[in-house]
């Protein structure tokens, strides 16, 4: 038997895998996020302007110069305004402002240490602390910190003279003000991570297709490619040997199979590339025959078509490719045997072949990208592919229930799955041939 070229596969270069986005970068959460810190610099605004008045008849400014009066309130206030705004990136950006810890103690210390100066005003600013507590903080925690922050609010009025509806105004000002506050910030942070979501998805997408591409070259272009290389190799020993007719014939199908790659490749490129068991049977005994290898193939391809269904029957087609370009490049066979039936509910699909420790080929075993793709197919239809070697003999074999939600539409109505004759052919099998 005449040698046969092998091609030997190149490992791909490694990639570095793709970043996922870090935060959502879309037009609308820039303008809510800029909304959101405009809304807590007016409150800030606002917490100001009513604490200013306040001052003014607390113990210390009767007797202090009136700039003082003006100065430690403005100062407390932008001070409670820049713990704000951290607090608020903590939020918002976690791991780029301060700890949550830090931020929320920065909080306590601006609502509740001012009022010993500033007066019960002040701890308006405690409904910011309250908002911060409720979304940052898990929510057992945070009621419990909630309640007691409302308490003591309340508490600090009465202590501080103030009647029962200063202090009822208070503790509802407390409540409406955190609540809104915490529903605003709760908005923006849920549409943050549905943007954030939205984005990983469309990476996914793309990494998803970007696996497709790869798959489909590999299998579509490997099984072309090797022929071409053994049709040329046989144009050239026709060519010193002087038969020109069959120097002519080679090079037609290495013709053909130039432009067969060419459609593949368009067809990949577009994604709605499907095979036909019939014609990848029919090519792996012609490419395998031109090798030298006898393959023998027992099916019926049109039988499983009708019965196992196309989405099943096109699985079937990828792994007899790939299983036929894995004989061609990686054992010096003399023999292959392609077996595919339907048995109890299961498509079984066997591709053995001699020859595979023979010295000077690359080893045939089930961890090559090719194989991988065929699992990933396989696996896709809820199937499973084993792969045995032995004795200088190896064996790829795949099995896909049929009974599968979404494969019923696909078989003909009134046939049980998996129906069969005797010895576990189809009705009317046979085989297609052998050489």
């Given at each position: 038997?005449s040698?046969?070229?092998?091609?030997?596969?190149?490992?791909?270069?490694?990639?570095?895998?793709a970043?996922?986005?870090r935060?959502?970068?879309?037009v609308a959460v820039?303008r809510?996020?800029?909304f959101?810190?405009?809304?807590f610099?007016?409150v800030a605004l606002g917490?100001?302007?009513?604490?200013?008045?306040?001052?003014?008849?607390t113990?210390w400014a009767r007797?202090a110069?009136?700039?003082?009066?003006v100065?430690?309130p403005?100062?407390?206030?932008?001070v409670a305004?820049?713990v704000?705004?951290?607090?608020?990136?903590?939020a918002l950006?976690?791991?780029?402002?301060p700890?949550?810890?830090?931020?929320?103690?920065g909080?306590?210390?601006?609502?509740y240490?001012?009022?010993?100066?500033?007066?019960?005003?002040?701890?308006a600013?405690?409904?910011v602390l309250?908002?911060?507590?409720?979304?940052?903080?898990?929510l057992?925690?945070?009621?419990?910190l909630?309640?007691?922050?409302?308490?003591?609010?309340?508490?600090?009025?009465?202590?501080?003279?103030?009647?029962?509806?200063?202090?009822?105004f208070?503790?509802?000002?407390?409540?409406?003000t955190s609540?809104?506050?915490?529903?605003?910030?709760?908005a923006?942070?849920?549409y943050?991570?549905l943007?954030?979501?939205?984005?990983?998805?469309?990476?996914?997408?793309?990494?998803?297709?970007?696996v497709?591409?790869?798959?489909d070259?590999?299998d579509?272009l490997g099984?072309n490619?090797?022929?071409?290389?053994?049709?040329?190799?046989?144009?050239?020993?026709?060519?010193?040997?002087?038969?020109?007719?069959?120097l002519?014939?080679?090079l037609?199908?290495v013709l053909?199979?130039?432009?067969?790659?060419?459609?593949?490749l368009r067809?990949?490129?577009?994604?709605?590339?499907a095979?036909?068991?019939?014609?990848?049977l029919?090519a792996?005994r012609?490419?395998?025959?031109?090798?030298?290898?006898g393959?023998?193939v027992?099916?019926?391809?049109?039988?499983?078509?009708?019965?196992?269904?196309p989405?099943?029957?096109?699985?079937?087609?990828?792994?007899?490719?790939?299983a036929?370009?894995?004989v061609l490049?990686h054992?010096r066979?003399s023999?292959?045997?392609?077996?595919a039936?339907?048995?109890?509910g299961?498509?079984?699909?066997?591709v053995?072949?001699?020859g595979a420790?023979?010295?000077?080929v690359?080893?045939?075993t089930?961890n090559?990208s090719?194989?991988?793709?065929?699992r990933?197919r396989?696996?896709?239809?809820?199937?499973r592919?084993?792969?045995?070697?032995?004795?200088?003999?190896?064996e790829l074999?795949?099995?896909?229930p049929?009974?599968?939600?979404g494969l019923?539409?696909?078989?003909?109505?009134?046939?049980?799955?998996?129906?069969r004759?005797r010895?576990?052919?189809?009705p009317?099998g046979r085989k297609?041939?052998?050489?």
């Amino acid at each position: 038997m005449s040698a046969v070229p092998r091609v030997r596969a190149t490992p791909a270069p490694r990639t570095r895998p793709a970043e996922a986005p870090r935060s959502a970068s879309s037009v609308a959460v820039r303008r809510l996020t800029a909304f959101t810190y405009a809304v807590f610099l007016l409150v800030a605004l606002g917490l100001t302007v009513t604490v200013f008045p306040a001052a003014g008849d607390t113990p210390w400014a009767r007797s202090a110069p009136a700039w003082l009066v003006v100065a430690v309130p403005l100062v407390a206030a932008l001070v409670a305004a820049s713990v704000n705004v951290l607090a608020l990136r903590t939020a918002l950006h976690p791991g780029e402002g301060p700890p949550r810890t830090v931020a929320l103690l920065g909080l306590a210390l601006v609502a509740y240490v001012p009022s010993l100066l500033l007066g019960v005003d002040w701890l308006a600013w405690t409904a910011v602390l309250a908002c911060f507590l409720v979304v940052v903080l898990p929510l057992r925690v945070a009621a419990a910190l909630y309640v007691a922050g409302l308490l003591l609010q309340l508490g600090l009025w009465r202590l501080a003279g103030e009647d029962w509806r200063s202090t009822i105004f208070a503790g509802v000002s407390y409540v409406a003000t955190s609540f809104l506050l915490a529903v605003l910030l709760r908005a923006l942070t849920t549409y943050q991570e549905l943007e954030r979501a939205r984005a990983e998805l469309a990476l996914a997408e793309v990494l998803r297709e970007r696996v497709r591409v790869s798959r489909d070259l590999h299998d579509l272009l490997g099984r072309n490619l090797t022929a071409v290389s053994l049709k040329v190799e046989l144009a050239r020993r026709h060519q010193r040997a002087g038969r020109e007719d069959q120097l002519r014939t080679e090079l037609d199908e290495v013709l053909a199979l130039s432009h067969a790659a060419a459609t593949d490749l368009r067809a990949l490129v577009t994604g709605y590339r499907a095979l036909s068991l019939e014609s990848e049977l029919g090519a792996a005994r012609r490419l395998l025959g031109d090798a030298g290898i006898g393959c023998e193939v027992d099916a019926d391809p049109s039988a499983l078509t009708a019965e196992a269904g196309p989405e099943v029957s096109e699985v079937a087609a990828w792994v007899v490719r790939e299983a036929t370009t894995n004989v061609l490049k990686h054992a010096r066979a003399s023999a292959c045997r392609i077996s595919a039936h339907v048995v109890d509910g299961e498509l079984r699909l066997v591709v053995s072949n001699d020859g595979a420790d023979a010295a000077g080929v690359p080893a045939q075993t089930g961890n090559g990208s090719g194989l991988l793709g065929v699992r990933e197919r396989v696996r896709s239809v809820g199937g499973r592919v084993d792969v045995r070697s032995a004795a200088g003999t190896f064996e790829l074999s795949c099995t896909v229930p049929l009974a599968r939600p979404g494969l019923q539409d696909g078989r003909p109505t009134g046939r049980p799955a998996g129906g069969r004759t005797r010895g576990g052919r189809h009705p009317g099998g046979r085989k297609v041939g052998s050489r």
